[in-house]
Each structure stands twice: as C-alpha cells, then as structure tokens.
C-alpha cells in the first residue's frame, strides 16, 4: 500500500502551456501591452497568443514554459503591429476627390515675377566678389555644409559662414519681386 501514494507522485504531471499561460497572464499581458501600446490591441493579442498555444497543432514541451509563453506573445505582438503598419498604408479615407483644391499652373504673372527675381539673383551674385560666390553657390546649390567648404577652400569656418551671410544679404532685396502685390 505504500507504494500506491510513490506511484502517484510519479505519475503528477507537468502544467501544460496553456495552464502556464493562465497562470501568468498579468506578466503576458503587460508584454504585449509594452509591443503594441493599446490595451484594446494586447487584449487582441493575449487572446490569439493563448489559442496558438492551446489549440497548436502538436504537444509541445518546453524546457521554460513562461519563456516559451513570453516568445509566443512578443511574436504575435510584432506580427499585430506589422500588421496595423501595412494596413495604415493601404487605408483609404472617405474623401471626395471631386472637393480637392488641387494646385493648378501657376499664373502667367507669377511665373514673369519668378523669372524677374531669378534674373536679379543671378545679376546679384554676379556682382560679388568670386570667392563668396562660390562659397554661396556651394552652399545653396550643392548642398555641402559650411564645414566641408572650408575644408574644399582651406579657409576658417567663420569666413565661410561669413561669405554665405554676405550674399544672402546681398540677394535679400531680390524676395521683393516675388510678393504678390
């Protein structure tokens, strides 16, 4: 008869994933919540993580039951929130394309005041000496940063920040001709 109780104790079993899942779902759930940011979505979450876990298609033994759990839900999670992004991208609002205020050509005199404008720039920094214009055009036209001209030139980062000041202020009268009267 002693021998009954030892047979017992032998025979309990492990929890299963799903009994593991249960028992920490507050730890769980604030995975999820931490992935995907909204209650209403790790709820979502826990709810498909538990079936995958439950309702898998084979037993499954883990070595680390909670890890295992915490694997599934952070998985689920990620694939929820790539999800939402690609859905995001492809969602269509209720706009009426008709209503849109799409921008036409521009107007004949807005285009004569931009080609004016354009003409007193260039005549502007043809005036300057050719070092602050092409420290200007180097700047304003090919992007590179002070440094990197100071660096092209050989010259003190202060000179150039100074050039690139000098013909800014020299081309500011040139906005004038593009304010509509």
């Known amino acids: 008869m002693m021998r009954e109780p030892i047979d017992m104790a032998l025979h309990v079993s492990e929890p299963t994933l799903a009994e593991v899942f249960i028992a920490n779902r507050p730890q769980?759930?604030?995975?999820?919540?931490?992935?995907?940011?909204?209650?209403?979505?790790?709820?979502?979450?826990?709810?498909?993580?538990y079936l995958k876990i439950a309702d898998g298609p084979c037993v499954r033994k883990a070595d680390r039951p909670i890890g295992y759990c915490c694997q599934v839900v952070?998985?689920?999670?990620?694939?929820?929130?790539?999800?939402?992004?690609?859905?995001a991208s492809y969602r269509t609002f209720d706009i009426d394309v008709e209503t849109l205020d799409v921008a036409g050509p521009p107007a004949p005199d807005r285009l004569m005041?931009?080609?004016q404008a354009i003409h007193a720039i260039d005549k502007v920094l043809a005036a300057l000496p050719a070092r602050t214009r092409l420290v200007f055009e180097l700047y304003r036209l090919e992007g590179?940063?002070?440094?990197?001209?100071?660096?092209r030139?050989?010259?003190?980062?202060?000179?150039?920040?100074?050039?690139?000041?000098?013909?800014?202020?020299?081309?500011?009268?040139?906005?004038?001709?593009?304010?509509?009267?």
């Open 153 to 181: 030139l050989g010259c003190a980062l202060g000179l150039v920040n100074g050039l690139i000041a000098e013909a800014a202020q020299a081309i500011k009268e040139c906005g004038r001709l593009l304010v509509d009267d």
């Open 74 to 87: 952070r998985n689920v999670a990620l694939d929820c929130c790539r999800r939402h992004t690609v859905e």
């Open 28 to 49: 769980l759930l604030r995975v999820a919540r931490r992935i995907v940011r909204t209650a209403e979505l790790a709820d979502d979450v826990m709810q498909d993580a």
């Open 144 to 151: 590179l940063t002070q440094r990197e001209i100071a660096l």
């Open 113 to 115: 005041r931009e080609r």
